[in-house]
């Protein structure tokens, strides 16, 4: 596991956090020395800060993901909307704000190894959570075995949060996968969307458990 942060304190923190977890961190203090190494060392997950003292730790998210599929876990004090999208836009797979607790990180963590073993660009064939399991190839989706009607679109935006379980997804990133990269603005076509596949497929729409919403930057598949 690779930790891109200059704060010694910061730093300190999440070394002794890991280590107690049995992860093994290296640690980065500037974007190069980040990019270096992982190159070298070929990690499992990063956890990058951004307010790096050579760089932002969004060009090296950009630098990392046009080159690799690591999990990039940002770790910032910036916690206004822009700048998560910005992050998550760039590459990012998840977005921490400074202060943390340890185990809010070790959720994060888990989400990005288990995405890190079975990677949203393998060969996945099927999505499973809760009572739902989407069947990709055959482009079905049954709930407690019950098959379930989706429109086109619908069973394209749950195609794409199946195929990144557990990562934070932009509207913009979602618009592009589902409309395509030249449409116009698509929000709030989304919103309905996103709306009706909880109607069709939470128990409980008003509190969805697994499509959840990251408020003012995307929405989420949960699997736990």
């Known amino acids: 596991m690779l930790v891109v942060e200059d704060d010694p304190q910061m730093r300190k923190f999440l070394h002794t956090a890991?280590?107690?977890h049995r992860y093994r961190p290296v640690e980065a203090t500037t974007a190069r020395e980040g990019l270096t190494q992982h190159a070298g060392y070929h990690p499992d997950v990063i956890l990058l800060d951004l307010g790096l003292p050579d760089g932002d730790g969004i060009d090296v998210a950009r630098r990392i993901r046009s080159e690799s599929s690591t999990p990039i876990?940002?770790?910032?004090?910036?916690?206004?909307e822009q700048d998560k999208v910005t992050a998550l836009d760039a590459g990012a797979d998840d977005y921490l704000t400074k202060p943390f607790?340890?185990?809010?990180l070790l959720a994060r963590?888990?989400?990005?190894?288990r995405r890190a073993v079975r990677p949203a660009t393998g060969g996945e064939s099927a999505g499973v959570f809760g009572e739902v399991r989407v069947d990709l190839e055959k482009r079905e989706v049954?709930?407690?075995?019950?098959?379930?009607?989706?429109?086109p679109t619908e069973f394209r935006l749950l195609a794409t949060l199946v195929r990144h379980p557990g990562?934070?997804?932009t509207h913009r990133q979602l618009v592009r996968e589902v409309w395509g990269a030249h449409t116009g603005d698509q929000t709030a076509?989304?919103?309905?969307h996103m709306t009706q596949l909880r109607h069709k497929l939470e128990k409980d729409p008003a509190r969805p458990r697994y499509l959840t919403t990251e408020i003012g930057v995307g929405y989420r598949l949960q699997t736990d």
């Open 189 to 192: 076509s989304l919103r309905v």
């Open 18 to 20: 890991l280590l107690q």
């Open 167 to 169: 990562r934070v997804m």
């Open 73 to 80: 876990i940002v770790i910032s004090a910036r916690g206004q």
């Open 109 to 113: 963590l888990r989400v990005a190894l």
């Open 142 to 151: 049954r709930r407690g075995g019950e098959a379930m009607h989706l429109t």
């Open 101 to 104: 607790g340890v185990e809010e």
